[in-house]
């Protein structure tokens, strides 16, 4: 019954995406048309990466006009309407999105712009990165300019993804945020169709008036209390997708081991943070194993924070701000700190931290450990902490440089 579901879901989808593209030849853009169109990675339901993507490219490329941010059912996220104004949310781009209804929000729009990230290769659904590159491809017919912001691509990109790059490459250039990513583009599109760039959420600005709350004021505090006391602090963020590919217990053993392994090497102070709220492990998120790992260490005498109050990844950047650097699972994290000039220690998955690191003139192997070996981290966590004064300098140095070549996230040609 789901297969029968599945196909018929599929049939539904096409019709209206071949109906959506006859109506292209006779339906336009309008001249006049002032609202842009967002699709965000992922639906806006708790994940602070895509917090942190939209708020870039709504304060850096927006040029004040409203923008129309697409998800997959109704979220009104009243949050952002502190963070970014002008906003306005909409639903309907999900496994039955109806090409035909898109293609009159499309021609009401003066841009489409899509968040490539790491949606966009197929790893995760191929619908999800196919109907993306529809999407560019209608508005193009249509003489509304689209754009995807840099993305990467995993080493099994698959073939049907592959030739929908290439039919879309020859009216819009790709970005590309990390140099694997490139060099594997470049096996199948033209150089001259793709532009290298880094992750959008790099010029993600700083809105000191979100962070602003009681919450923070009592965390600037404790950070102003354990500084005092000689104490580094370190934000910690764990990831739960890490977690479901290897047992909760087996990961939450293995951040603790890593953890304990950083308070043998040094006088530390730790701040649980998350990057993302949905129930991802079971019913467990980002939070939940953050605010386990508080516990545990604060029935050891460590000095922690954990809070449960923050909304958003733009309000994170203000608790990342105040640390000494972070370790952590989840990559836009990170990049919150590495705006900053705040080193990482990544728990890396997937290919994604390696390139990244790169950026920055820092060996990978300095800084990195798989997820799935925390339990044997001690060599990591030496070389790390040796190595600190030079990747911090390295950070401190490549930061402004990074941040100059993340705006080729919006072209004008």
């Known amino acids: 019954m789901n297969k029968l579901k599945e196909v018929f879901k599929g049939i539904y989808v096409e019709v209206f995406?071949?109906?959506?593209?006859?109506c292209s030849l006779f339906?336009?853009?309008?001249?006049?048309?002032?609202k842009v169109l967002v699709l965000p990675a992922a639906n806006l339901n708790g994940g602070f990466g895509e917090d942190i993507m939209i708020t870039s490219f709504i304060n850096n490329f927006a040029n004040d006009a409203q923008v129309n941010i697409l998800n997959g059912y109704k979220i009104i996220r009243e949050d952002y309407r502190t963070i970014n104004k002008n906003v306005v949310f909409l639903d309907g781009f999900n496994e039955k999105v109806n090409f035909l209804k898109l293609l009159f929000l499309i021609k009401d729009c003066a841009l489409v712009y899509v968040i490539g990230a790491d949606i966009m290769d197929g790893t995760y659904r191929v619908h999800n990165s196919i109907n993306r590159l529809r999407v560019i491809e209608l508005a193009h017919r249509m003489g509304v300019k689209a754009q995807i912001s840099g993305f990467s691509v995993s080493k099994n990109i698959l073939p049907v993804v592959k030739a929908k790059f290439s039919a879309v490459s020859k009216d819009v250039k790709l970005k590309i945020r990390d140099v694997e990513s490139y060099v594997r583009m470049k096996d199948f599109i033209p150089a001259d169709r793709l532009i290298l760039t880094n992750d959008i959420a790099f010029i993600c600005p700083d809105l000191p008036a979100v962070y602003q709350s009681q919450t923070y004021d009592t965390y600037k505090s404790w950070v102003a209390r354990v500084t005092a006391n000689g104490k580094t602090v370190i934000g910690v963020c764990p990831n739960a997708i890490q977690a479901k590919k290897i047992g909760f217990d087996k990961y939450l053993s293995g951040f603790k081991s890593l953890l304990e392994g950083f308070l043998a090497a040094d006088n530390y102070a730790f701040v649980f943070l998350y990057h993302d709220i949905r129930p991802i492990c079971d019913e467990a998120s980002d939070s939940t194993i953050s605010?386990?790992?508080?516990?545990y260490f604060r029935e050891k005498g460590v000095d922690c924070f954990y809070t449960d109050q923050i909304k958003n990844g733009v309000e994170l950047k203000g608790y990342v701000s105040l640390v000494d650097f972070t370790i952590t699972g989840r990559m836009h994290l990170g990049i919150s700190g590495l705006t900053y000039a705040k080193p990482m220690f990544g728990?890396?998955?997937?290919?994604?931290?390696?390139?990244?690191?790169?950026l920055f003139d820092i060996d990978p192997n300095l800084c990195l450990i798989d997820y799935d070996k925390l339990d044997n981290s001690k060599e990591k966590i030496s070389l790390f902490t040796k190595n600190f004064a030079a990747i911090q300098n390295s950070v401190k140095k490549n930061i402004n440089n990074v941040k100059l070549e993340t705006t080729n996230n919006y072209t004008h040609g």
């Open 17 to 22: 995406w071949y109906l959506a593209l006859f």
């Open 27 to 34: 339906v336009k853009g309008k001249k006049e048309a002032r």
């Open 291 to 295: 605010c386990i790992l508080d516990e």
């Open 347 to 358: 728990v890396s998955y997937a290919n994604k931290f390696e390139g990244m690191v790169k």
